[in-house]
């Protein structure tokens, strides 16, 4: 795989050889205690494992199966909170924006501004993220093919932001499921960007029964995968119990279980980066 471009993130330096960034939250912002907790937890793991950590949450959830889908506790109060842990714990925050003025609003708080997977086609919507001068991740949809995310990379980039990341996470196979083929990582690396792989959301199965559902019993062997191929930050959504989570229940891990997730991850990044590319 060739070496992507470096992206800072605040003092993180993402690609370009750097170790790998951790990007991790929970799905959605569900109160300011939840936000708390899980900061706190994920950011001691990482400083045990130091491990950069970019810090993950939804202020909203725009797209959801069923009209009835939790969607924000109100995007001011949720902001609110992303910017007092951002403060707090001094993380970078990333977040999902979903229309051009959400952009400008979204960018006070955040320095990673994401581009979630069935919006990675909309012109004015990459447009207006790459106006902002924030980092800009877009998540490969389910529809798109890896060398298509070239154009949509372009469309930030021609606004004089290059600082792009691109995030594989999975593709529709038939109906409710989805597969993720690996092959994907070294092709978009190749347009220079450093690649992410969302080891939650790959997990899915979308759309069954008026929500998502999910088997994140694959999400280790699909993250281990990952690192084995190449990657320059996991994304992972985690949450203390996801029995009680109020979006994607079914594919977010344990907080509990990201410290054994991140040290296979690294076992096998160490290993691959020893060996080079083929």
């Known amino acids: 795989m060739n070496t992507p471009v470096t992206v800072p993130i605040q003092q993180i330096q993402c690609g370009g050889g750097n170790p790998l960034v951790l990007i991790a939250g929970p799905c959605v912002v569900e109160s300011r205690d939840l936000i708390f907790h899980t900061a706190e937890r994920l950011k001691k793991i990482c400083e045990e494992l130091r491990v950069p950590l970019v810090f993950k949450s939804s202020y909203k959830k725009a797209n959801r199966t069923s009209a009835s889908g939790f969607a924000t506790i109100g995007e001011d109060a949720a902001l609110k909170i992303l910017d007092e842990a951002k403060k707090h714990f001094s993380l970078p925050i990333i977040t999902d924006i979903h229309s051009e003025k959400e952009a400008a609003s979204a960018a006070q708080v955040a320095d990673v501004l994401q581009i979630p997977a069935f919006l990675c086609r909309q012109t004015e919507l990459l447009e207006a993220a790459g106006k902002t001068g924030k980092v800009v991740n877009i998540k490969k949809g389910q529809f798109v093919a890896p060398e298509e995310m070239q154009y949509a990379a372009e469309k930030v980039a021609r606004t004089g932001n290059n600082n792009i990341m691109l995030t594989e996470r999975g593709t529709m196979f038939g109906y409710h499921n989805l597969v993720v083929d690996f092959r994907s990582l070294p092709i978009m690396r190749a347009f220079g960007y ?32 990952a690192a084995a191929v190449g990657i320059d930050a996991l994304f992972i959504e985690t949450h203390p119990d996801p029995s009680k989570a109020l979006s994607d229940a079914d594919s977010q891990l344990p907080l509990a279980q990201v410290s054994s997730l991140l040290q296979q991850v690294l076992a096998l990044a160490d290993i691959r980066d020893a060996e080079g590319d083929d």
């Open 194 to 225: 450093p690649v992410v792989f969302d080891a939650t959301h790959a997990v899915q199965i979308p759309s069954t029964g008026g929500k998502s559902s999910g088997r994140r019993e694959f999400i280790f062997p699909l993250a281990r995968a």
